[in-house]
Each structure stands twice: as structure tokens, then as C-alpha cells.
């Protein structure tokens, strides 16, 4: 390593602890150096498994006691002092690229490999022989991402420790679990809390999401017990689900399991920010679906009430677009309703999420052709790097769904109605079809989607 | 990759799956082929989740039915087509060093591991997906250890693969389990079936090693149920124990285990050959030390009684050196017993191993003196890379334990006399003086043995 | 049987089932015939255990459907057409007390139990055979419980179906389970839902009796799963509690279990009404205070915080005699409050339980003297049958506790000023004294309380 | 009680007491008094459950250390000093009798039952507060049930141990279990010990009992846990199994149970002596039928292959009617093979049991027509009290299934040969007939058979 650019970092270091200590009112110059001693002691694994134990614990106190700004140092010391050698990587590399195309080229390989470990990897995974130290991992992984936006000298330390989450958090040590209305209380208000998608109100509003026509799945890892990585609310019914108010009314009687032929995914919610990148969402709708067919044999449609959380966020951006799409039957309807051209204060509002037009039936009756055109242009052509613009449909598209169906006043939440103007859409698992969606999707983009919907965006 | 390569590795490969595939009844090419097409689509991971299993199922069915020239060649396959690019490395490696010394380094070192990356460990993890998945992964690196020797091409390929299991089986995920006559008779029979040391005779032996004066624990893994990774056996005394055939008559009464205050470790044995160089030994006996301590509060002494395997096969090599540490006295009470100087045929043989003059006291008593001293000198002098030749002196020594005393006439079973003359050693650990052992050993070969032991190697 | 009897019994069964019926719209005659059938093919047993459980099934299903006047009959004809045969009775009795004092005896004995065998009881276990079957006779016996009332001629089979619980709930049987925050939630529920002494408000204030101060523990049967029988919930402290609001407030912190030397038992819930005489209470406790003691070694004092649910019931038709206790300070201080004798009408709605007073700082201080004494008088002199008036008090002091302090304004909820003024009592248990006060209060009734409540009640 | 009776009985407690005593080396007179002492107070139950529970411990201590001698007086004290009141049964009896016929019929025979509760059963039922309590007193039964065809005076004591004893074991608490090699080896070391049809040479034996083409159930108490009480060993295959030996044969290969129609119970082992007449034997062969259906769904035969415990016995009491249904072409294959008429003594070693004959094939020949007549006639025709004499076949022709066929040399080990000439019969549980056949049997002791056997008994 260049010795400036460590004392350049030490220096920064330094500075912000100082800044941390103050706050905290620890003296300075002490944390920090006891903080760099115990890395070092930590890379250097003196002392066997004992002290290894004892370290480990004495360094994750260390490390939750911070503040961000003394965290962000810590994660730095260990970002930029335990990188690996560059001499030494220069070395290796360059008897790997003379070694190339003769037999020696796969033990030269080897060495490169040797070159290029850390011990970034050996300080983090230490870790996980205290209690409760994956999860720490976890939760200093979503620190990490915090900080790497404005700081990418982070990247390789996050990169490192990606991958070693990808092993850790690879799909075949997930256990599914079905939760239930037996499972534990502590589980439950997990459930509760990490619901990212329809907010769960009462226990009586998850009792609901969890009767007789309702299914609960979440993936676990067996050093992350009664800690849900992922789950997903399924509804059994009769046709495909129009309206999520509908879904969550408690007061509904519940339908009939055994007779249903539809499991709508209503809700899918991740909750580790600290395992960005580490896929299972597929893989767990995969499992489910293995699983509701064997308890439901009468089951024939696997589909999801989605939400489209950034239709509004770029209906703002794309307003003229949008505007521009609408036909001489809309502008009648609206004008009826009370906007009265593409310069209406009113449209500006509605385009931009302000719910008040959904009390207003005649309104909301004129709205529904324009925004529906606005939302399936949306879905089929908004993209970024050749994916869906939006995160859901990305997800789902990836994992070889299409566009079934998209829903007027799907939901009348305020949220609904702010994010996406209340549309909901059903995005259909047809087992026939994945495979082939999946590959034209990676290959081409290619976006599979129902006749009605692909008319409304051609509009 | 040199085109050249992957035509000669090819060829080969085709020349040896036919070989295999003859045996087996079965079209060369047309198999080769598939393996070749099975692979690289896994490689590109097309398709999503489904057909991953499915295709990692058919894959691993292919693998185990091949035989062992199938498999060698199989793995070629891997190793050698599905590695990184060379050119891609050079040119990452290239702006690395060019960013060294810059805040650009860090994301250049980034680059570079992607670079690096090799679909191999992607098509291997795909094993994970499947039930039994990582025991199949565990057993293909036996396989890749034992071509290893003969094939060095196949090093990368074990080193990707190493680092996935190193991750995998990570001490953080192992499981500490009692094994106790209430145990899974499938269990117990692996445990007879695994037992490395002292073999398990019957099933009444091992109903006598899961007493109540006994203990046995095994770590597990999550993923490898009923499947222990390593297990040791306790015995809880009054002292040291200096005989092992004591220690394991069915016949002899049971110890009162609450007034113990010592804990033999008689037996440790690995069961994975896949899985060397992945140690957790010694975290197996610091957990198992911690679980009797809250057991047993009056346990004072942690102790093993161990074999010496390489011993006689050291002596044979140095047998010369040996005789010449034998003092006046030893050659007096030699001669009396039948040898009769340095070129005594007889005392060839007992240093050979031979074990006739077990059976003869006079002669036993004889040869107690000198053996020990050349057992001393082997335990404590004899190394490799500075480290102690035998294994098992490896093993404790490296966790921090001393050698306490040398037991005489320890073990008489025929594989004891042929091996260690029958000789054992008390390996000590001693909470006060671990970390510094470690540490000792460790930096600078130092070994840490009792007063008696010490002078006997210096005679 | 006299035919007369039965023939009475009979037209009066069918009369209530015909009301049943015409209620539930169904022919009566029909329905009567059915039960009877289903009766006697019970009885019989015929046809093996297929048979047996089917029919019980049947029968399960056909009570359950009946209304209150459906189910008296039922139980009527099984109560009445089941029974023992008088004659036979007759015979084997007449043998017995002919043998008696020969060795004949104890044969004859062993007759005459086979003669008063009744059928009864094999159509009632048959129940036990269906899934829930438990539960389904132990509801049955609540019924049964509510119909004795006004029906004193199902006696004999309350007293059969009595025995035959005593010996499925031994105590012997029940499994003692901690219940907390990781226990089902469709366990939890049910804890609401049972608790019958202070009314659990929310999901919030369940975690609060669960926090780590406390403790709640349940006693469960096999084979009624998830049905607590009994439950107890305990605070950890530093001193007897004196205030149940304050064991309750959810805002207020969590005490220091480790540090605690009282436990306060500050309810006791008893479930199920069918297992009214099969006592466990005193069980539950013993085994609670052993577990309790093994997890806090500090523990010295076990104590309730217990309702007092009789005393303002009973103070409604003593009010006399509890006014003539009243002595010259009691009505100097009644007077400057308000009231102004004997007669005053405010004094009479407090003693009738009206609960304005305790909204009057100073009201509430004129009575707290005047009123503790009745309560003391209440607890300690009240009696039926030689036992406390007061159902808690007897529970209680029947286990060997003692009365140890009554606390004034230690319920302000509307419930505890309604049933007991707002006193509350603690019953301490004191280890050296349980087996002498169990004695002493079994053989002369003798309540033992401190001296403070036993001068209370002097006065 | 009579004076008189007691004294006696008291004397000749301390005199066997004393004996025991003697032999156990502790003074007579005051280990009768202390047990006398110990059983009035369990009679009490003074003192609250703390204790019953030690007090129930040192008392079944005390049992345990008796020898036979005195463990019988210890019974004969419960039995005779803790019976019911004579007179206060006459008194209560009496106003049951006037009662009958009016409606207080009900309570005054509720009184009667009151007045015969002896307390006995409560002196018994505190064991069952103590850990291994139930399994003590099923012991306890073991001991009483041996002593009773001595000491009728007993009787009275075993009936109530024995509707005590039903009450806890009824097959509603009864759980089922499948046995396999994944169960703890001490349940297998059980299984092994208590296989009483059988015997179980080596863990190698019984793990092929439990192999893919094998079942293995037993039936458990919870309080009971890795106690079975009966266990059932079934094979799964191809056709009616005829030959025991083939069935066991560690060295076959595993037939393919998925492709199985034939269920062969070929063993069942009652392990609790004292519960006897507590039976749950036909619901253990339901529950396994219902288990092995919803496994197996090709399964069509539920059959037995069972021995003939009591032929040879019943034989020798019978050779003289046995000879006599010899026929003209029996004889003649007799003469040839050795046998020269009804007074052959080598005949008479065959009927008996000597199983000479076994190893000549020629004279195995000759008998097996004229010793299977014997064995149908045994089967069809042996009876006592309407039921067949022998056990095996009363208990599956209890259950309702039919005698199916006769195996010849079915059973060559020493034990078949001698109990049964070797011949085994398969007893097949047809669902279509189970019902008619319970019924037929309990009422006319008709016995269903298949017409080849039929046509042999009447031979």
C-alpha cells in the first residue's frame, strides 16, 4: 500500500473518531488506536480460537457503541489498511499471465488467487463465531451500503464481503417456513414490522393475513432463527384479485382453500438491507409455489396484486409525455370533470399524486383510460440499462412473469393513491412460459405482457 | 485460454470418458458431449431457479455413475474450461496498479476480483440447490484431492473450491451434539463406521464409550444432518489415564463422572476427506472443554491420551540415530533380554514395528528405557517445516497443548505395537498456558513439554 | 330400571328434543330415535375400534349441533338409561357383606365394583378416540355442570364423568410450560382470552407480563395441546407489590430480574369449566416456585397480589354489623368527609361498592381505616362450612399460605372498587410454614395472617 | 373391616416382612411399622402436594427394596387395611335400593359409588407425581398380578389398579410411533429385548428389520416415553409370505415396497406385563393398517404370518384323536418314511414336538398332510369358553380377521419346530369382512376360515 495514502486515511481516520469520541465523550486518539490494535491482533488470528471468541465480541461491542461517523472510520480502517499487497499481486501476476496456455497456467492461477486474499475477509468472518454474528454482519453490511455512496473507496471491502455473503446466504441453506397463527409472538411482530408493502394495522389485520384462504412464507437461515429474510402473503381464491382493500378486509368471511384455482401474491417483502444483492425473492416463490400445489392440487393460476411504486415519481418527470398520449375521448371526459386542457392546475396535481380527484367519482371515471395508457407505457417502455424502470417489475419480470392485467382503484390507500394513482397490477406466473420469458428478458429485454396491456401502451 | 489447451485437454478427456464410458457400457461421445453442454449450461444459469435443480439433479446423477477416470475427466472439464480470461486479468490488473496509491485504487481492486471470477465455483455451487447437495460437493473434493496429486492442473479448481467450503463450513455454523446411547442408531452406526483410532467393536463397545463416565461430541453441519464432521471421545477419571485397552473393557465398572476431575480425550477423528484443509478441531475442543466445565464443575484436567502414528515409520528411517542414543544401562538390561548390540536382527524388527517381544516381559522391560527416549526425541525434535512431524502432535501442539508424559505398553493392540511400539502421550491443555503455547509455537516452532518428557529427549 | 321412570324420562326427552328440533328445524322423533341408536351401539362396542371411532364421531357431531335443551336430553338418557342394574347390585352386595371378614372378602368386593359398573362411561370414553376428544368431554362436563344445577338426577353421571377426568388430569400427566413472548400466538390469544382476574387490554400489555421481569407459566395435557388448563403470571421485585396498576403499567421500566428476592403471583387463571373438582392450582404453584428458585437463586419471598371478589357481596348484607366496627376517629374523619352517620346514603353506596369516593382524596383517606378492618374481618372470620367465604382465600389458604398484608387502593380499576373497595390482599408462602398451616387449616380450619391483619380484625 | 382379618393379616405381614427383613439385613418389626406409617399418610394426603411427592418417592423406594416376600406383604397391607367402610357401603347401599324408581335414584347411587371409594387407588395414584411414576406402578401390577394366583385376597386391590391403570392407558393417550433405524438406539436395544415372536440376533438383524421394504410401529405412553407397549413389525410385498425364515434373511435383497400389494404383520410383542387386560392391540393394527394405506396406496392384503403357540402342547393332550383322522394315504406315506402305525414311538417324538423328523425330508413329506389336518382342527375347533384356545389366533380372530392359510415348514427354527411342527398361519384382515367377523365371533364364536382350511379341519 502507498504509505501517503495511508497516513492520508489514518489522518482521516483520525479526525473522524475524534469527531465520534467527542460526541460520545471518549478521548480520541485512545479509541482509535485500541480500535487499529484490535484489527491487527483480529488479522493475525493469534492465540487460537479462545481469544479469537473473546475478540470477536470485545470488537462488535466496539463497533455498536459508534456513531455513523465512527463506524464509517472503522469500516475504513479495515477497507483501506488490510487490502491485499500490490507487489506482491504484481508478482504473482505476472508469472500467471507467462504461464498462460502451457500446463502451469492453473497452479499460476492459484497463486494470483493467494495474492489477491485480504485480510478484510478474516477480520469480518470472525464474526460469526459470536452469537447473534451473522446478523451483525448483516446489519454492518447495510452500514457499508450506506457509506458507499459518497464514499467508493469503500468498494472492495463491500465487494469482499458480498461475496462472502453470497456463500453464506446461498439458497440451499435457506429453510421455507410457512408462518402461521402458531407461531411464535416474537416472529409475528417481526412480520408486522418488516411489512414493506401493505402495513399491517392489528393483530387482528395479521390474524386475517394468515387464516384458512391465506398463505405466509418467509425464507430463514439456520444462524438467523426467528429473523424472516424474505416472505410473501399468498390469498387463495377464485379469479384473479382486482382490489387489495378487498384482500385485507378483516370483516370478509374467508374463502373456501380447498375450492380456490388462484394464489394471489399480494405482499413480498425483503427485510436485511444488509443482503442487497443476494437474490432469493425467485427462489422462494418458486418453493411456495411447490408447496401450494401439493396442499391445493386445484390450483391453476399463480399471479401477484402488485404495486408499481415509481409510476408517479416518473409520470413527474414524463408529464408532457404523458399528456401528449391522451386522445380526443379523454379530453372530453376530462373536460366534463373539470380539467380543461393540458394546462389544467388540476392535472398537474393528479399527475403528481395528489389524491384528492378519488373522492370525486365523475373525476376519477374520466382519469381511469388516460392514467391506465400512462401506467402501461410505464411497465413495457420505461427502462433503465435495458431493465423495467420499476423495482417490482423488474423483480417479477426477471423471474419469467408477465403483465397480466393492470386495475383501476386497485388501491384507495393513501400511499396507493400517491405512489401509482391506486393501480395495482397482476403479474402472472404461467409455468409454461417462465422459462423462455426469463431467457428473452436476460438476452433481449423482451417484456411478456397481455394483449389488453400492450394495447393500452401502444395508445 | 490457449486454443491448443483446450483441444489437447479435450482430447483427452474423450479419450478417457471413453475408457469409462466402455466400461460402463455406454457411447464415448455422446456422453462427453453432454457433460460438455450440461455444464455450460449451467455456467450461464439460464432459465431460473427450476431448471437449475433440475439441471444440477441430472448433472450430479451423471457424476456418480461415472467411474473414477470419468470423474477425473469430468472435473478437467471444469477446471480447465471454465476458468477466467486471461486477457480480461491483464488489462483489470493493469489499471490496478495504475490506480495503486490513488482513492481510485480500491474500486480498481474491485474490477480486478470480478475479473478473476471463474464460473467454475457457479456451476459447483449449483450442487448446493440440490437435497444433499454439499454432502455431493463434500465427497467431489475427495475425488479432486486424490487426482490432485497426480494432476497439478487441477489446483485452481481446488482452491475455488476450498475457499467455497472454508466459507461453508465456517466454525459459526457448525452444531455441537452430544452423542449418546439415545442417539440415532443411523448415527451411531457412522460412528463406528468413522472411528479412526480405536476401532469400535461392537455395539455393546460403543454402548461402554457412551456410558455415563463417558462423553462423545460431534460438530455438524446444517446441511449435512446425521452426518458428523468430527468427534471426539471423553473419559471422565480420577488421573491421567496411561492405557487405552483399560480405558475401553466393556467389563470394567463405570467411573463415578460427578467426582471426576479429569477428562480424557481418547479419541478425535475427522471423517470428511473433502473437507481437509477446513480445521475445526480445535474449536470442536474448546467447545466441548466449556460444555464439560458446566457439567462437571470439579474438572481440573484436560488431557488426551493419543497416538504416535508416525513413529516406527521415523524410526525405520532413522534407526541409526536411534541405537546411538542407547546409554550403557540400556545395553546391559538389552542383552540379558536377547540383543546384543546395534546389529541385533531382533532389535531391527522391534524397531520395525514387529511385535513379537510384547509377549516377552524381560524383553519388554528391556527396551522401555531406550523406545521412550527415541519417542521423546521424535515428539519433541523430529519436524517438518518446523513443524512436528507426526499428525497428531501437530494437531495438539498447534491448539496450545504440551506434551505431559509418555505411557509405556499404552496400547497393545497390533495396529499400537505397529505403530508406536505401544507407546501413547498425555497431551495437556492447560487453560493458563494456551494462548501463549499458540503463540509460541506459532512464531517460533517452540514446543511446550514436561520436565520428564524434556530429559528424556535430551538423553 | 323401573320402566315407569324411564318411560317418564323418555316422553320428557322427547318433548325437550322436539323443542330442540322444531328450534333447529328438524323432525324431533326422527332425531330422539337416532341418539338413542347411536347410545346403544356405543355401549355394545360391537364392531371394533373402526366402528367405534365413527360412531363417536357421529355421535360428537350430533351434540354438538343440539341446542341447551337438546343437550340436557342427551345427557339425560345416558344418564338415566345407562346405569348399573339395581338387582344385580342387590345380589352382589348381599354376597360381599356375607363375605365380610372371611377371606371372601376382597373377592366379593371385586364383584360388587363389577355390578355398579355402569355403561355410562364406555359411551363417554368412546370420545376419547376422535381427534379432540379431550376437549369435547371436558365441554361436555361443562354442560353437564350448568344442567346439575336444576337436574339433580344426572348426578350420578356428573360423578362418573368426575372420576374419569380425575384420573386423565392427574397432575401427574400435566406438562408445566413457560409461556412467553415465542410461544404461539394462538396461544397467547387464548391467554387473553382466559385471563379472568385482571382483563389483558392489548397485544402490549400481554408483552409487558411477559417481559423479563416476569414470568407466566401454564400447566397443559397431552392431549389437549395449545389449551392451557391453569396459568399463573409473576412479577419479579425487590418487595411485596402493594399496587396491581403498577405491576401493569406497560410504560414503566423492566426490573432487574437477576437482582429480585420477591416473586409476586398477581393472577391465576383457571379455563376450563368442565374440570371444576379436579384441582391443580396448588400443583401448578409448588411447581412454578421450584422453577423459579432454580432460575433466580436470590428468590426468598413468594407472595400473591390477589382480588378479594367476595367482600363487597358480602359486606351488602353485613353492612350493620361492619358500621358497628366504626369506632370515634373513623367517624370524626367519615364526618369531615361527608358523611355523617350510620345512615348516610353516601356511606351506604360505598359499602354497596359504588365507586365515587375513590375520586375524593379525602373521602378515601376516612375510609381506608374503617374499611381495612371490615376487609380483615371479611377474610378471617367469614366462613361456610367451616372454609373462607371468600373463593381466593380459600384457594389460598387451603395451599398453606398466610394472609400477610392488605394493601389500600391496590385496584382502581372499576372491576377492583366494584368487588372489594380496592383493597387488595397478599397471601405470602412461606416454606417453613406451608405443611403445618395445610394441617392445621384441614383439621380446625385455622387461617394463619400476620399480626398487623389479625389486629386489624380484632377491632 | 373384621378385627380378626386384620391381625392375621398384619401377623403374617410381619412375619413375611421379617423374613425379607432378615435377608436384607434390616430389623423387622420397624420396616413394617414404617411402611404401615408411610401408607396412612399418602391415605391422608396431609400437607399439600410437596409432600405427597417425597413422600411418594420414599415409599416406592422402600418398594423397590423389598424382595418378593416383601413386596407381597407390602401389597397385602394396601389391599386389606385400605379397603372400604362394609358398613357404610350396607347403609348407603340400602337407601340406594329404596331409592330405585323414584328420582332420587340417581344421587343415592352416586352416594353408593361415594361409599366404596376405598383408599387404595389413592395410595397408588401419588406415584404417579413422581418422575417414572406410571412406570412404577405398571411394575407394581407386574408384582401383584404373579402373587394373585396365589393370594385371592388381593383381588379386590388388582381390579381397582386395574380400571385405574385403563383409565390412563385408553388408546386415546396412546401414540404411534414408527420404529427405524433414525430411532435412539436405546428404543432399539428395547425393541430387541422385548421381541417376544422372533428373536432378534444382532443390530444386523434388526436393522434389516427396519429396512425401505420394512415398517416397524409401536405404540407409547407419554408418560411412558421410549417405553413401547406393543410394537408390530410388518414386510411389505408381493404375495402372502409362507415362510418366516426367508422373511428375515438378512442377506435378501430389499423388495421394492412402492411396488408392494401385501402387508405381512409377522410379528407383535406386548412388552408390559403388568397391563395386562388393558388392550390396545386391535388399535394398534388399525392405526398401522391406516398408515401403511396412506403410504402404500397399492396395498390390497393386510395379512398376519403367525405362530401356533399352544399346538403341540394341545397336541399331546390330543394324540389319540389326532392319530385317528389319519387317513389310508397318510398312512401309507408314513410307513414309507419310518412311521409303521399309531404306536410308532418315533410318531409319538413328533407329536410331541421332537423335531428329529425335520432334518428327513422323506418323512417331512409324509407328515405334513396329516399334521395339518391336526393344526386346522386345532385352530377351528380348540376352544375354551366358546373362545379359541389358542392365544394367538383368539386375539386376530377377536379383531375379525379370518384363519387364511397354512404354512408348511413355515418356521424351522428349534422354537417353531417345537411349539408348532414348524407350520405358521396367515390370518388376513379383510376391511370388507372385519365388522361381520368382531360380530359373529363375540356372539356365536363362529370362526371365519377360508375353505382350504375348513376342508383340512373336517378331515
Given amino acids: 500500500m502507498a504509505p501517503g495514502l495511508v497516513s492520508r486515511s489514518l489522518s482521516k481516520v483520525r479526525e473522524i473518531v475524534a469527531g465520534a469520541a467527542a460526541r460520545n465523550g471518549e478521548p480520541t486518539e485512545k479509541q482509535l488506536d485500541r480500535i487499529r490494535r484490535q484489527l491487527h491482533e483480529c488479522a493475525e488470528s493469534r492465540g ?38 500490490p507487489k506482491r499481486i504484481a508478482k504473482a501476476h505476472e508469472a500467471y499471465q507467462a504461464a498462460v496456455g502451457t500446463p502451469k497456467q492453473w497452479d499460476a492461477e492459484a497463486q494470483l488467487r493467494a495474492a489477491m486474499r485480504s485480510s478484510r475477509i478474516r477480520i ?116 384473479l384479485a382486482d382490489n387489495v382493500q378487498k384482500l385485507l378486509d378483516e370483516n370478509a368471511p374467508a374463502a373456501d382453500a380447498e375450492r380456490a384455482d388462484t394464489a394471489i401474491f399480494y405482499s413480498i417483502s425483503a427485510t436485511q438491507d444488509g443482503l442487497r444483492g443476494v437474490s432469493f425473492g425467485n427462489f422462494l416463490l418458486k418453493r411456495v409455489v411447490d408447496d401450494l400445489q401439493r396442499d391445493f ?19 413527474a418527470k414524463n408529464s408532457k409525455d404523458i399528456v401528449a398520449t391522451f386522445g380526443e375521448e379523454d379530453w372530453k371526459r376530462l373536460a366534463a370533470a373539470g380539467i380543461d386542457g393540458p394546462e389544467s392546475p388540476l ?31 410505464y411497465l413495457l417502455e420505461a427502462k433503465r440499462d435495458k431493465l423495467p424502470l420499476d423495482p417490482v417489475a423488474r423483480f417479477h419480470l426477471g423471474n419469467g412473469a408477465r403483465v397480466e392485467r393492470l386495475n383501476w382503484l386497485a388501491d384507495t390507500s393513501a400511499k396507493g393513491l400517491g405512489q401509482s394513482w391506486g393501480v395495482m397490477v397482476n403479474y402472472l406466473y404461467d409455468p409454461d412460459r417462465i422459462v423462455d420469458n426469463v431467457e428473452s428478458f436476460v438476452d433481449t429485454g423482451r417484456i411478456d405482457a397481455a394483449a389488453g396491456v400492450r394495447r393500452l401502451a401502444r395508445r
Same sequence: chains 1, 2, 3, 4.
Fill in 48 to 85: 487460537g480460537e479462545v481469544s479469537t471468541r473473546i475478540r470477536a465480541a470485545r470488537l462488535a461491542d466496539t463497533y455498536l457503541k459508534l456513531d455513523d461517523a465512527g463506524r464509517h472510520a472503522f469500516l475504513r480502517i479495515i477497507a483501506l489498511e488490510f487490502g491485499p499487497e
Fill in 124 to 239: 469480518l468472518t470472525q464474526f460469526n463465531a459470536i452469537p447473534q454474528g451473522v446478523k451483525f454482519l448483516v446489519d454492518l453490511r447495510a452500514d457499508l451500503l450506506r457509506f458507499l455512496d459518497d464514499d467508493k473507496e469503500l468498494k472492495s471491502l463491500d465487494r469482499e464481503l458480498d461475496a462472502r455473503l453470497t456463500a453464506w446466504f446461498d439458497v440451499g441453506f435457506l429453510e421455507l417456513t410457512r408462518v402461521t397463527w402458531n407461531s411464535p409472538a416474537a416472529l409475528l411482530e417481526k412480520i408486522v414490522q418488516y411489512e414493506a408493502v401493505h402495513e399491517i394495522r392489528s393483530w387482528k389485520d395479521l390474524k386475517n393475513r394468515l387464516g384458512s384462504d391465506r398463505r405466509c412464507y418467509a425464507f430463514f437461515h439456520p444462524r438467523m432463527p426467528q429473523e424472516p429474510l424474505i416472505f410473501v402473503e399468498v390469498a387463495l381464491l377464485d379469479d
Fill in 297 to 315: 392440487p386445484r390450483l391453476k393460476t399463480f399471479a401477484t396484486l402488485s404495486p408499481i411504486p415509481g409510476l408517479v415519481k416518473w409520470a
Fill in 347 to 377: 392535472l398537474a396535481r393528479v399527475l403528481a399524486g395528489d389524491p384528492e380527484w378519488a373522492g370525486n367519482p365523475a373525476l376519477a371515471r374520466a382519469l381511469r383510460d388516460p392514467l391506465l395508457k400512462a401506467t402501461a407505457a
